[in-house]
Structure formats: structure tokens, C-alpha cells
């Protein structure tokens, strides 16, 4: 590729990535669509007045729920749908923004909705903040909460112990159940919300019936009908339509009643029907038309035969969800609509058959007639919905479909919260990615001089792609994510390194700089292919088998690796090529480690397996010894308490996050976050604290979350009512909290790793042979324990964020391991005169100075993050730092000796797999590169 081309096409990128990255900050949305408003402006402003009036009601329960609303953004689309003082809908586009040609929809209501959302949407920022940065929107979901104020009230009315024994069994079994609706709510709700991952919602239990859900950034607080899309049930059901009946105009929707399947005949049998109505929207004048059909109560089918569902549209215009069955479901609708047709082709009438979702009629099709003048059933697999859908709507039912929840959920409370790290927390963490990203520029600069510099604009490049990509899914952004994004700088450099020292072996062997830049990225291709492509297949692994977190880990990683080898292959490439060819870097190298290295470390494979036997046996003994104290709240749970507090801000910022868990530090409590928040509509702020479960049965329940209200009280009674004396004088509610990690993410995370370590063997054993398979399997496998072990023996614990990071420790010691690897490949072909044993001693000390290097830059972030770090940011340093110590030793001293052992130090068998396994177009390279 021309080297204009090549800086053209990374000028294009760029400039794609910065586009889906603006407006970095969000703006409200009650300042954002005033100035949209081009036409009845003084209306308009009356409209805002009455919004604000609205909005202020919101809590006060003497107004009528039609004259309040919970937010602006509410209280305009109950204005513009007649519930204002005029009482008559509004055309909001026609009236107030007739120049927006961003809606072509002929119903008012669903043409106001849907200009409402993308004015929401165009007010946010693109770049979105985590909970942990900005705070966001917490609501409270209940299940089945008539059962539970039942079982309260039967038991109040029992008159004998027996009586009330029994009722406490009836309880306790239908508590067991509402705790298994309570699992399945939890992980479809974490499915709904966060399907690619990249959210980074809060998803548990609270107490025995609940689940709280907290969001990051503002959408939902402006948006709160949102959350309906969200706690829906989406039961889906196929019924029949009566062939016969039609309701009397005006019947009520709901009605039930029992009707002969064939008034005709007396033997017909009885079933119940009942009452729904079928809706037409004329697409041309908007008019809605709706008419009543019989619909047979008892399903044929449900939502169980729905193998995916998914937003179509035919036109552009009128959307609808394509649903595709099970093979078992395929047959079952087919038999439905068989039955159907086999009556329409006897008695020449066309019968119906209702698609319901949650109990309203969304469609009644009928069966269309084929080429020769019959009727046959439907057995392609799918069906489609219809029911005159925005997008947003097409979207939110088929995300409800394919999650769909067996019950229904009740929104109990819904609060803005506030950030929940501390700002003093925030600025520290930050400046320790700020720390480390210069540590790794300083390096690279100082060790490879013009040739650092280019490296380090390829990285700002990368960094950039990568926001853009993340900005453009929607990703939010978490502290602990911007930690995981500086170690990916330290280790996107390796490309580079790998680049720069073939370019030195081609200088050293005489080569003008030209040509050892050329030579240089042509040989060091192949190598930075195979690494990154074995990143690459743990990353599908985990977007494939992953859910939540891990999965958008994965969507991270691989977007990571494509702006990696873009920036690195393209983008540096050509600025290289151009500075060269310019004159402009005629030396492109500063500091040199010496000459030719010649280690021996095939002799120390005895002192290496003895290190990580000791390594082992240490790890195994202190998760033994610790035990449950190895997981964090994360993975146990908690106790949370909501408190009253006083309305002075100046008094709410000296207290802040920080203060109170430095308070709850002191007094032996881990853990501790502490959250501002406010109910939707509501001036009062409360303080909600949650710290780690109090495990010791004798101290009592919540004794923990007691000790930090205690002593939260003496240290800052100024926070509190002048009357409170105790902590009973403070505290609104307690409860305990479940975990953030869910079971499903840990099995999901752990089947996930053993895949994809299995995946990377493969791909190895085809792409160089089986022995260096079975080599990068085991050693990935070695890392990864031995880190986790090393990590908790030295005090850590297991958290999400532990998740993630030993998740970048497998993709750094493998993408270590497969340098040193090709390496080996590579000298097969070239020392036919060799020993294994030698030939291997040399491969390791060919990528020294490589390894050096990689290490040096990746050490330097993590060390950055642990040390000027602040909370899950630190820990990730911490983490990280042992991953590059036992990643480098693993590469160098463990994954080559089990690859020498696995053929006995016998060359010629190495070279038979080879020949086996290695494909015609590498052969050709390798031979290329050794001419």
C-alpha cells in the first residue's frame, strides 16, 4: 500500500472515531430542546411553566396523578398527549419544531414519542460515565408483592397456633418459589439491560422479593417509562380466534364468556373466549380504528416455542418483530396453522389465529392462499408481529422476547444516585492512568527515540479508534475500565517493540534503514498476527459464551486488537515509510541492551518447576486458611441502610464518600460505599452506606452496617437531625444486599476461560504443531491460577473487577507465550544444524530484548495504578503487576521446557508436526524471511 494511502485511511479513521465521540458531555435536557424550539416560542415557554408545575407535584399525593409528572421529559409527553390544561393532544413537531424532519408518523402520540426520544438521545453525551464517575438512576423491582402482604395479613388473622403454623409452612414454600423467581428475575433483567456487556449496570438482590437495578448517566431519570420496557413480562402466547362470533360493538375488553367452537352444531364443544381488540392505523391520516374479536383463553402455544425475535421493517417506515421458533417450535406453530387452513380450504371461510403479548392483542392474521388456490400451514420456522412499532418499541419487545420473565414485577422506588467513588478517589485514580500512560511514553521515547515517537502517536491513534468504537456501542465508561485501557497501551507498544527489534537485526545485519523498515514489518507480521489472532480467539470465546461484564470484556478486547493492528500496521508503518523516505530518521534508536544475548535457560527448568510447585502449594494453603474471606462483597453480598440526613449541601460535601469510608476503615469495617441519592421528583436527599456481611452469626444481623452508622453519627452528628441520638434516630430502612456477581457470570466466566484455552491449543497445535498446542494451553492455565494465588495469598480478594483483570492476564500471557513460539518456528527452518534444546535456548534469547521491553512498558502502568491508584483501580494494578512477572517468567522458563518435554528434545519430531501441520502460504514466508 502506497504510503499515502496508508496515512489517508488512518486520517479517515480518526476522524470516524472522534465523530461517534461527540458531544463528550451531556446536556439537560430542559435547556437542550428549549433551544430547539424554531416556531411558537411563548407557547412554548408556557409549556416548560407547566412542565415545572408537573414535575414539582410530583410528590405531593393531594394532586390527581393526570396534573403531575415525574421529570420534564415525562411532563411534556403528558402535556402533548392531553393531559395538560387544555386537555387536547399537540402535535409538539408541527406546533413547535416544524423545521425537524426527524419523525414520519401519522399518530400524534407515537410521532411525539418518538420525536422525544431522539431529542433525549441528541442530548447526551456520547461519552458515558459509569456509577462510579457520575452516578446515575437506582429503582427498586418487587416480585409478587400482593403474596407477600397476603401471607402478613392471614397470619395476623390466625387464631390457633395451629392455624398459624400451617400458614407459616404455605409461606415459607411460596417464599422458596418467589426466591427462584427472584434467580430468574436477576439474570433476565441483567440480559435485557446489558446484552452486549457494555453497560456496566448493578444487578442484585435486595432482601427476599427485590431486585435493585442501578444505571449509569441520565437517560432513565429523564426517561422513567423506560423502565417498563424493562420489568415487562413479555409472555407470549398463540391463540385462536373464533371462526364464527364477533363481539357487539362496544363490548368491553376483557370480557370472558363460553362459546360453542361451532355454533352450528350441537356437539361443537365449549371453551372460554375472551374479549380483545384488533387495532388499524391508517399510515396516511394516523386514525386508529379498533374492533373486537373472541380470542380462545387457553394458548395453543406460548412464547417457549420462540427461538429469537429481532426489529424488521419492509419499507423503512412500518416496523415489526420477526420471530424465529425452536425445531420443535417450527412444527408446533406449523400443526397450529395447519388445523386453521385445513378449515379454510373445507368451508371456503378464513379463520384467525391472535398473536398476545401480556395480555394484549398485537396481531390477528389469517392464512394467505398459495399458487394453486389452497391454504397450507406455516412450517418456515418464523412469524412475524405486527402492531404499528416505532424502532425503540421493535427494539424493547424483541429484547423482551428473547429474555422473556414468567411474572410480572412492580416498581417500588426509583432514586438519582450520586457517584459512588469519592472525588478526592476519582482524581487520584485518574492521575494514576495519567501516570502510567506517560511512563510508558517516556520509555518508549528514551529507548527508541524517533522510533518511540512514532510508536507513541500510533498509540494516541489506538486509544482514540478504541473510544470512538466503544462510543459508537454505547459502552459506558468505568474507572476500572479506563485502568484496563491503560494496561492495553502498555501492551499495544508490543506490537511496536516487535517491529522495532527486527528492524535492529536487519540494521545490524547491514541493511540501509529503508530496507530494514520494510524488512522489519514484513518479518515481524506474521508474528504479530498469530499473538494478536490468539487474543483475538479468547475474545470470541468470550462474546459468544460470556453474559454481562464478561462479555463486554470481550467486545472491549476485540475492538482493542483491531485498533491495535490498524495503528500498528498501517498507521505507524506509514509514518515510519514517510519519515524515512523524507530523510527525516536516519536513526531511529536510542538505548541498545547490548549485543547478542546467550543465556542458557533450558538448564534451569529444575529451579523453575520448583518455584512454581512452592508457588502452587502457598496458594492452595492460604485459600485454604482464609477461605470465604478470599471473596469480596462482590461475590457475597452486603448490608445497605438508607439514612436520614440534613438538606444543607455544604454539609453533604464535607461529608463526602471518601470521609465516610475512611470512618468505616477505622473501625475494622472493609468495604464500605457510600452513595447521596434523591427519589425521582423528590427535594430531599437521603444517604444510602452498604459495607461487607457481617459473617459472625454472634455479633448479630447487620452489626456491621450498626458499627459505620455508630460511628458515622460521633464523627459527624452535623450530618444528622440536632435531636438524633442514637442510630435508631437516623435510620430509615436496612436490608441485606445479594452479590453483583451472579452465579451465571462465574460459571459462564470459568466455561469461558476452559474453552477458550482449549480454543487457543488448537489453533496453536494447526498453525504451528500440537506440541506448542499442548505448550501455550498449559502454561495460559499456569498464569492464571498462580496469579490468582499469589494475588490472595498477598491479602486480595476476589472481586469484578479481579475478574476482568485476570481475564487481561490470559490475553497477556498468551500473546507473550506465541512471540517467543513463532520465534522457535521461525529458526526450524533457518538452524538445521541445531539441537532442539540449543535451538530453543536461541529463539528465547533472539525475543529478549523484546520481552524486556513489553514487560518494562506493561510493569510501569500497572505499577502506576497500584501505587497511585484508588480502589478496584488499584487492585487491577495490583493484579496486573503480578501478571507480567509470572506472564515473563511463564514464557520464558516454563511454556519452552514443556514444549521440549512434550517431544523428549527430539528435533526431528518437531519437524514432522510441521511438515503435518503448517500451512503452504507460512511455509513461504518463513522461507522468504530466511533468504
Known sequence: MKIFWKLFISALALAYAIFNMMPLESIPFRSYIADQVTDNGEAFDKLLAEADLRVANYRDDSVPADAKSPTIYAAIKDIAAGKGNNAEPIDLQQKFFPDKKIVREPNIEKKNNMLMQEFLRRSQGKMKRGLDLQGGVAFTLRVNPEAADADKKALARAKTDEEREALKKEAEARAEEKLSQLDQAIEVMSQRVNAFGVSEPVIRPVGSDAIEIQLPGEDTANNPEAINALKKPAKLEFRMVHRYLVPAAGTKEGTIVSLRENPRETASPVAAYEVLYDEYVDKKTGEVSRSPIYVKKAPEATGAIVKHASPASSDGLSLFVNISFTSAGGKIFGDITQRIADIDNATGTDGKFAIVLDGKLMSAPKINTNAGGKKTGIYGGGAQITGNFDRKEATELANALNN?????????????????????????????????????????????????????????????????????????????????????????????????????????????????????????????????????????????????????????????????????????????????????????????????????FMNYWKASIAIVVLLFVISLTTVGIRGSDCLGKDFKGGESVTLKIVQDEAVQAKVGVGEIQAIAKTIGVPETTAIYQQRIGAEEKTLSVECSLTEDPSQGEFSNIDKVCAALLKAHPELFDGNAKSIDDIVVGKQAVGATVSGQLINTTIVSLIVALFGIAIYVALRFEIGFGIAAFLTTLHDIVIVTGVYLTCGGQLTASMIAALLMVAGYSINDTIVVFDRIREELALRPQLSLGDLINLAINNTLSRTMVTSVTTFLTALALAYFGAGDVAEYGKVFIWGVIIGTFSSVFIASPIFYWWHKGNRTAVEEGEKTYRHQWEAETVEEGGK
Open 404 to 600: 422473556p420473565l414468567e411474572f410480572p414485577l412492580e416498581l417500588q422506588d426509583m432514586t438519582n444516585v450520586g457517584a459512588s467513588l469519592a472525588k478526592d478517589a476519582q482524581n487520584q485514580s485518574i492521575n494514576a492512568a495519567i501516570v502510567g500512560i506517560a511512563a510508558t511514553v517516556v520509555f518508549m521515547v528514551v529507548f527508541y527515540l524517533w522510533g518511540g515517537l512514532v510508536a507513541v502517536i500510533g498509540i494516541v491513534l489506538n486509544v482514540v479508534l478504541l473510544f470512538g468504537v466503544l462510543c459508537a456501542l454505547g459502552s459506558t465508561i468505568t474507572l476500572p475500565g479506563i485502568a484496563a485501557l491503560v494496561l492495553t497501551i502498555g501492551m499495544a507498544v508490543d506490537s511496536n517493540i516487535l517491529v522495532f527489534e527486527r528492524i535492529r537485526e536487519e540494521l545490524r545485519a547491514g541493511k540501509s534503514m529503508a530496507t530494514a523498515v520494510q524488512l522489519g514489518y514484513n518479518r515481524a507480521f506474521i508474528t504479530i498476527l498469530d499473538s494478536q489472532l490468539t487474543t483475538f480467539l479468547v475474545a470470541l470465546v468470550l462474546i459468544f459464551l460470556g453474559t454481562g461484564s464478561v462479555r463486554g470484556f470481550g467486545y472491549t478486547l476485540a475492538i482493542g486488537i483491531g485498533t491495535t493492528m490498524f495503528s500498528t500496521l498501517v498507521f505507524c508503518r506509514g509514518l515510519q515509510e514517510l519519515l524515512v523516505e523524507r530523510g527525516r530518521l536516519s536513526n531511529i534508536f536510542g538505548i541498545k541492551l547490548g549485543g547478542q544475548f546467550n543465556f542458557k
